[in-house]
């Protein structure tokens, strides 16, 4: 079982940057995909970035650009590095992990973006 926390949502103006986080509770080296996903109020969850066992990356068209995914294997956690948000972007993300056993969800972090 592979437990994930998620860090550093908040209230950011438009144009503004925040930098997600999401660490698991095992080594990242043994799970071969993680991904975000956000939703927003009234709307279905959507996958947002990937990135796999071997760093390769993938994104959302909206995001392309302006969001940045990164992984640090010594501190078992990926980052989102999130610039330029625009209030689309406001939503609650979530982290999500999977490995042979199956698949694993952060609690979630709210990302506003108002001015």
């Known amino acids: 079982q592979v437990q994930l926390v998620e860090s550093g949502g908040g209230l950011v103006q438009p144009g503004g940057s925040l930098r997600l986080s999401c660490t698991a509770s095992?080594?990242?080296?043994?799970?071969?995909?993680m991904r975000w996903y956000r939703q927003a109020p009234g709307r279905k969850r959507e996958w947002v970035a990937s990135?796999?066992?071997?760093?390769?990356?993938d994104y959302v068209p909206s995001v392309k650009g302006r969001f940045r995914l990164s992984r640090d294997n010594a501190a078992n956690t990926v980052h989102l590095q999130m610039n330029n948000l625009k209030p689309e972007d406001t939503a609650v993300y979530y982290c999500?992990?999977?490995?042979?056993?199956?698949?694993?969800w952060g609690q979630g972090t709210q990302v506003t973006v108002s001015s």
């Open positions: 999500k992990a999977s490995d042979v056993d199956g698949d694993y």
């Open positions: 095992t080594t990242i080296l043994n799970i071969y995909g």
């Open positions: 990135i796999d066992s071997s760093g390769g990356l």
